[in-house]
């Protein structure tokens, strides 16, 4: 790949970005450590899709029907 | 049920309220300065751009640091409201099909690819794109976040007036029969004009604020005192803009969520030509209906004319929440009969005549979960109250970004005047009346001013209160009750991950404003 390829110009650009971030660097440590508390910890352990892991697959609308019409 | 002050004992559907409003009021902490602070370096870089004076791309750098720590701390905490549908509001979420989730998606993508790629450009390309793209992609990240605050608004305006939509009776789920219809909703249309407005004056506000900081420890004066001069005019603009924008904004909720308004004003008995309530006791008359229908005498109603039915001023009579009941009940009986039937394989007109009466009746399908007419009026104090803060607030600020461009441009013959008024009732100093100079006003001026940046908050943070307490108990208007869309889950488990969100948000908070904190005091000098 030359150095003229734009591919290579992109990556140079956000790899000198990322080398020359200071503040950026905690900033990205704070994104990081709470997309992973967000998608590892809270969507997996306290965020359970309800209607996928409580009806069978295909019968969700039944599902649904069952809840809403028996209020 | 409408509970305002809530118990461990309260069922999992306060909780869900409680846990969706904290991390809604959580998340718009970050929304509204990301989209205010946006337009103000926009205009601080194109001052670069023209004059190509360094100070005004230090500037610009300097605001765009403090964009960026907003950014990064306000970044993805919507995704959680997400999770909080899935678990929580698993009716709803199913009820309400690909229509919430397609301005979802799009709002997902948008941010994703037009934020992530200008940010950097942004913040990585000072030294290595032109000035031109680089001012272009200043706005357009401002842009992108504007439009992602769009989707957003369409979905949250398709629950409070759902357009665009068919329900499917097989499948459970409402389907978007005109995508049109919901991207351009009249009262989404309204909605992000008044949201997004009013966002730039927590921008404009913020940039005064930290601007009155340096005044008060006499350093960073020119970045300053131009600052000001730009924030005061985008807070001028956009506190004007806000006032016009709610007045529409009104008259959408006036047509469509009659209650709300009526809450909003606390009017029981409405009729023609209504007064508006400043404070109990206080009156501006035929205020409350021009606000409502461009017209001093119009027709509003009240919380009682709403439950017991009126005729409006088109001659139309509006049925009574118990009418609605009725019809309400024949819309679920419809369906859950016109399910059985399928099932068990009924004849095709069978079928035809319980979709009919199912479709005559849809309008009113939530109203069949009612069990208690007053069920339907939304907490009254609260949005009274609410909507009286934000107005206030919307009209300090008009008066303080009037009073800021006066002082801080030198407009012939105003300025002179305002100073020496300002002078006479003791606000400013005689020795500074005739002084131009807003970097030697008494230190309570800049007090002032700081706190006004909590206030902008409080004002934002209302208006969202009046949006959403206002609707209740929908979570879809008219369609579906909050009771109906909450998924059947215990009520400690939701109490549990609200404490944790509790704990986690503030948390982040503090981390925020302590970073933020640390960076206004580097100030401009210490580059990133």
């Given amino acids: ?71 | 049920m409408n509970n305002l002050f809530l118990t461990i004992d309260s069922g999992s559907i306060d909780w869900a309220r409680a846990q969706f409003a904290l991390t809604a009021i959580y998340h718009w902490l970050f929304v509204p300065l990301t989209l205010g602070l946006a337009v103000v370096m926009g205009i601080v870089e194109t001052c670069w751009y023209r004059t190509r004076d360094t100070f005004w791309r230090d500037t610009a750098q300097f605001w765009q640091r403090l964009f960026g720590i907003n950014f990064a701390m306000g970044v993805a905490t919507g995704i959680i409201l997400e999770f909080e549908f899935g678990t929580n509001w698993s009716n709803y979420s199913w009820f309400v099909g690909d229509i919430f989730g397609a301005p979802l998606a799009i709002e997902g993508i948008v941010a994703f690819f037009m934020e992530s790629t200008f940010v950097a450009v942004m913040y990585f390309g000072w030294k290595k794109v032109s000035p031109g793209f680089h001012l272009a992609a200043t706005w357009l990240t401002g842009l992108g976040a504007t439009i992602s605050a769009w989707w957003i608004l369409v979905a949250n305006a398709w629950m409070q007036y759902p357009v665009g939509c068919a329900f499917n009776p097989d499948t459970m789920r409402n389907e978007m029969v005109s995508f049109l219809d919901v991207a351009l909703s009249p009262f989404a249309i309204d909605k992000f004009c008044h949201t997004v407005i009013s966002a730039w004056i927590i921008g404009a506000v913020f940039v005064v604020a930290v601007s009155c900081w340096y005044l008060m420890k006499k350093r960073e004066i020119r970045l300053a005192k131009e600052s000001i001069k730009i924030a005061a005019v985008v807070g001028l603009v956009a506190s004007l803009g806000a006032g016009m924008t709610g007045h529409k904004s009104a008259q959408s909720v006036a047509e469509v969520q009659p209650m709300k308004l009526a809450a909003m004003e606390a009017l029981y008995d409405g009729g023609y030509s209504q007064g508006l309530t400043l404070v109990p006791g206080i009156e501006m008359p035929y205020m409350l209906s021009f606000m409502a229908t461009n017209d001093f005498h119009g027709f509003v109603p009240g919380i009682d004319d709403i439950l017991n039915g009126y005729t409006k001023a088109d001659g139309t009579e509006e049925p009574s929440v118990e009418e609605k009941i009725i019809r309400g009940k024949m819309a679920i009986n419809a369906l859950a009969a016109y399910r059985k039937s399928k099932a068990e394989g009924a004849a095709e007109p069978v079928l035809t005549q319980q979709l009919l009466t199912l479709n005559e009746n849809m309008p009113y399908f939530g109203y069949g979960y009612v069990k208690d007419k007053n069920d339907v009026v939304p907490p009254v104090w609260i949005n009274f109250w609410a909507f009286r803060i934000m107005v206030g607030a919307g009209c300090l600020f008009i008066l303080f970004f009037a009073v800021l461009c006066i002082m801080s441009f030198k407009i012939p013959y105003l300025s002179i005047i305002t100073r020496r008024l300002l002078a006479t009732v003791g606000i400013l100093p005689e020795t500074q009346a005739d002084s131009n100079d807003i970097a030697a006003l008494p230190a309570w001026h800049y007090w002032l001013a700081i706190l006004l940046l909590p206030l902008a908050y409080i004002a934002s943070e209302s208006g969202w209160l009046v949006a959403e307490f206002g609707r209740q108990p929908w979570t879809i208007q008219d369609m579906l009750p909050t009771w109906v869309g909450v998924s059947d889950i215990e009520s400690c488990s939701v109490a549990l991950t609200f404490f944790l969100f509790l704990f986690l948000f503030t948390l982040m908070l503090c981390v925020e404003i302590n970073i933020m904190l640390k960076q206004i005091k580097k100030g401009p000098g210490h580059k990133n």
């Fill in chain 1, 1 to 71: 790949m030359g150095k003229n390829n734009w591919l290579y110009k992109a990556f140079n650009f956000y790899r000198d970005g990322f080398r020359q971030m200071t503040l950026g660097r905690t900033l990205w440590a704070i994104i990081l450590i709470k997309l992973f508390i967000i998608f590892a910890i809270l969507k997996v352990f306290f965020f359970p899709n309800y209607i996928s892991t409580h009806a069978e697959e295909g019968k969700e609308s039944e599902f649904v029907a069952t809840k809403i019409l028996k209020q």
